[in-house]
């Protein structure tokens, strides 16, 4: 078993930035994958950003070139740093790991309101 612990949530101004962290512990012996969903109510649960050792590194089109995802192997954490924010970046972000089969995060709540 994975146990993923989200933060770095939060209220945050247009424009503004936030970097939530997910640290994965338990039975892990090798990460496939590492990333970021996001989810409002009533919608799928979208991709964010993700490493893959298959296909490496991806983004959706619409954070290109204000979000960027990182990992502390050492500490098996995941970040995603968000800048210029914007208020449909409002979401519920979860974390998602994936060692031998996928795991969610419990999701962190990021609002982006003037």
């Known amino acids: 078993q994975v146990q993923l612990v989200e933060s770095g949530g939060g209220l945050v101004q247009p424009g503004g930035s936030l970097t939530p962290s997910c640290r994965a512990s338990?039975?892990?012996?090798?990460?496939?994958?590492m990333g970021w969903f996001r989810q409002v109510p009533g919608k799928q649960r979208d991709l964010v950003a993700i490493f893959n050792k298959v296909v490496g590194t991806n983004y959706a089109d619409s954070v290109k070139g204000r979000f960027t995802i990182s990992r502390d192997n050492a500490k098996n954490t995941v970040y995603l740093q968000m800048n210029s924010l914007k208020p449909e970046d409002t979401a519920v972000y979860y974390c998602?790991?994936?060692?031998?089969?996928?795991?969610w995060g419990q999701g962190t709540q990021v609002t982006v309101s003037s």
């Open positions: 998602y790991v994936y060692v031998r089969r996928p795991y």
């Open positions: 338990g039975s892990i012996y090798s990460i496939d994958g």
